[in-house]
């Protein structure tokens, strides 16, 4: 009687690991992962200071907003070209804050240094452009209802929106 052989010994004994194709063909995708997580982690730096700016700011409006329902102090908020800072109006007023903001400058001082509202510069590298829509100083009061509102932050080509609702909430949008 003939020795019978296993199915597939034949095949097993022939393939005896990858070919230099299946090797680099494996390699060239493990680069095109690592490029692409590497571009995605290490983009684009200054979108990606935009962003963590806007965020930011969507916390500190929100603070400010918490601040001056517990104080019942009006805050403003005033950007500038390297900054922007938070301030206050005086409780003691004669005149009601709106009227006496626009008849010229009733601020108290600024937010001290260990505040979060103290005031800032804008992340180095950044040229911020800040438009409000509509347009007007960003007031924080004790009122719990808000007209929406749309802070735009621009630096170069990169542009991020900062909307308020009407409920008193921040998004941040690209």
């Known amino acids: 009687m003939m020795p019978k052989s296993v199915p597939g010994a034949a095949e097993a004994s022939r393939q005896g690991g990858f070919s230099l194709i299946e090797m680099m063909v494996v390699l060239l995708i493990i680069g095109i992962a690592a490029s692409l997580a590497t571009v995605s ?3 684009d730096s200054s979108r990606r200071a935009l ?3 806007a965020d930011r700011l969507a916390v500190l409006f929100a603070t400010a907003q ?3 329902r517990a104080t019942g102090q009006v805050i403003l908020w005033h950007p500038a070209p390297h900054g922007y800072a938070f301030q206050r109006i005086p409780r003691r007023l004669l005149l009601p804050s709106r009227v006496a903001m626009g008849a010229g400058r009733v601020l108290d001082t600024e937010f001290p240094a260990d505040s979060p509202l103290r005031p800032r510069q804008w992340p180095e590298g ?3 452009v800040v438009s409000v829509q509509p347009d007007a100083v960003l007031r ?3 009122d719990w209802v808000h007209a929406p509102l749309q802070i735009d932050l621009r630096s170069g ?4 929106q900062i909307l308020r609702r009407g409920d008193g909430s921040y998004e941040v949008r690209q």
Do not use: M, S
């Open 66 to 68: 918490t601040q001056a």
């Open 51 to 53: 962003q963590q700016e």
């Open 157 to 160: 080509r990169q542009q991020v």
């Open 126 to 128: 950044l040229d911020i």
């Open 140 to 142: 924080f009061d004790a």
């Open 41 to 43: 982690a290490f983009g």
